[in-house]
């Protein structure tokens, strides 16, 4: 079976790293890179970052920060603000980058 990560982001399977801010470690990870959050209500009050919204398992980054960056592939996206776990299952992250 075809790897979905893989495919949508042409990076191998692991590509995917978050690192704390003072980059000690890269943690592998699966992140799902929107373009906007409009519809989350932890985000709707605060002004908007040029950027993207980066959703990542809890299970896989148990508490990402302000500074982390998450690299997909070449691309790199580092967190602004506070990450906010998701209001449903607590199960994701959400976090604006730069």
Known sequence: MADIFAETFGAEEGAATYSPPDRSVAIPCRPIVNDED????????????????ISVRKSEVAAPVHGGLFV??????????????DQHERAMWRCQTA
């Open 72 to 85: 997909i592939g070449d691309i790199s996206y580092s967190i602004v603000g506070k990450p906010v776990l």
């Open 38 to 53: 409009s519809d989350s209500a932890e985000f709707a009050a605060k002004p908007r970052a040029a950027g993207k919204v």
